[in-house]
RNA sequence: GGAGAGGUGGCCGAGUCGGCUGAAGGCGGCACCCUGCUAAGGUGUUAUGUGGGAAACUGCAUCGUGGGUUCGAAUCCCACCCUCUCCGCCA
């Protein structure tokens, strides 16, 4: 959510920023909004006051033995007024908050210029194109022909792009989640959580979910429970409508959790293997920290997601996503996207946005600026560290053999338990 | 799921028969003072949101949430949410 004051005093600014996402975005007929807003308010408000010394005279000349009962009906027309200017003021404070919701957060100065995703830049390009002498079976023929993953009983059980791990499947995909958060917790410095995953609608709301991207979740029937789309949701807003300490700044969290989306109208894309599924696991990296800090902890975090790659010894490229293609929430994004030799290209592996208080102002989170003493809204940063099931896929294409076996990559070893799947 | 108790400021905790109570008191925090150091002590200050104003300053709202009664509600009524205790059920 932006900021109303900030839109009041720049509007020009903040629509030339909302136009190099889009060329119909604009705060202008918000603007009209606050302003019979804010007219209403100081009606209503001087009203509440006049209402207010009334009552109390009432009270006081009660006290005296004295007959009130013309003060009182006086008064009382005031009260209908006022309920009257009340009914008005909730309806313009809903409208405004509506609107705000549902305008994008306005891009940093440093993101690329583009209306799609080919204005992107790419930043770097890391490891090497493996070319092998044989032809690299895609994860979605090797998977099923090891044993290890069942895409026809995943559909059969559930529905499409639902998926069955099997055996060293299983195993393959427990072992890159705990090498994920052993790195993460005890290189990086992250907490581990355990979030529920099942939040409410207001949580859904803060990271900006909804209300506009209702269709993309699933949602309960009976209650105001939603399954969470990544573990964004409920770590960024577990501190929601608090002001925190400076001093407990910043704050890196980590979960590892399944994510649920619906893909509504990815409909005939990615419908092989593990690309875009309904259900699929992540291990998030999120931060909460002061605005001063928040451009320098998105670049920390995009190399913490990095690392990752690295370690695993897969080639990944990173990419600055231009203001046409970032995410509605976020001011600048880095995709990094690994090699994917079935597909001949790199495919997204991890989104690392930097919301600035886009997130924050939603969820209500603050902090106490020391400098000030007052409390102020932080920043907000998070990416994939990295999403778990993307990473299984580039390993059984970047790390197959000829023979069909996959070679786990080293660091995974001890946590898989083998070298080799076959 | 059934029965009961309760939700007040960072925390604890008052709030009488509804009326200068945005809220006593205490703790904690901050600033200053005193003291050779420490300990103790003294004084002041310390909620959030949203308006008006160049500013000084000032209005309004907020006592779980939303309605209602009333001239006036933290205080009364209704609904909902949450917490706790007991019973039931259960991984």
Redesign the pocket.
């Known amino acids: 959510m932006l900021d ?2 900030l839109i ?1 005093e720049n509007p020009e600014k903040i629509n030339e920023l909302l136009q190099r996402r889009s060329p119909d975005l604009s705060v202008n007929e918000i603007l009209e909004i ?1 302003k019979q ?2 007219e209403l ?2 009606k ?3 009203l ?2 006049q ?6 005279d ?3 000349l ?2 005296e033995g004295k007959d ?1 009962e013309a ?3 006086q ?2 027309q ?2 209908e007024e006022i ?1 009257d200017l009340e009914v008005q003021e ?1 309806e313009l404070n809903e409208k405004q908050r509506d609107m705000l919701l549902n305008i994008p957060n306005i891009p940093d100065e440093t993101t690329p210029v583009g209306r799609d995703e080919s204005a992107n830049i790419v930043i770097k390009t890391v490891g090497e194109i493996p070319h092998k002498s044989f032809e690299i079976k895609p994860h979605w023929d090797i998977g099923p022909e090891l044993g290890i993953l069942d895409f026809e009983r995943g559909v059969k059980i559930s529905e499409s792009r639902f998926t069955i791990y099997r055996g060293a499947g299983a195993g393959l995909e427990r072992a890159i989640i705990n090498f994920f958060l052993e790195v993460h917790t005890k290189e990086h410095g992250y907490i581990e959580y355990l979030p529920p995953y099942l939040v409410n609608s207001t949580t859904m709301t803060g990271t900006g979910q909804l209300p506009k991207f209702k269709a993309d979740m699933y949602k309960c029937e009976e209650e105001d429970l939603f399954l969470i789309p990544t573990a964004e949701v409920p770590l960024t807003n577990i501190y929601a409508g608090e ?1 925190l300490n400076e001093d407990d700044l910043p704050m890196y969290m980590t979960a590892f959790t399944p994510c649920f989306r619906r893909e509504a109208g990815s409909a005939g894309k990615d419908t092989r293997g593990l690309i875009r599924q309904h259900q699929f696991n992540k291990v998030e990296l999120v931060k909460l920290c002061t605005p001063e800090t928040s451009p320098d902890e998105h670049e920390k975090l995009t190399c913490d997601a990095e690392k990752i790659l690295e370690l695993l010894e897969l080639p990944y490229r990173r990419i600055a996503l231009c203001t046409g293609d970032i995410g509605f929430s976020a001011q600048k994004c880095y995709d990094l996207e690994v090699w994917l030799p079935s597909s001949g290209c790199y495919r997204e592996i991890s989104s690392c946005s930097n919301f600035g208080d886009f997130q924050a102002r939603r969820a209500n989170l ?1 902090y ?1 600026n020391k400098a000030t ?4 809204f932080l920043h907000t940063i998070n990416g994939s560290g990295l999403a778990v099931g993307r990473t299984f896929a580039a390993i059984l294409e970047n790390c197959q053999q000829e023979d069909g076996s996959i070679l786990i990559p080293k660091v995974l070893q001890k946590y898989f338990g083998a070298e080799i799947i076959k």
């Open positions: 109303i004051k009041r606050d807003r804010r308010q100081v209503a408000d001087n509440r006051a209402r207010k010394n009334a009552s109390q009432i009270g006081k009660k006290k009130t003060l009182q009906e008064v009382r005031m009260g309920k909730t002001i603050k106490r003493n007052k409390p102020e």
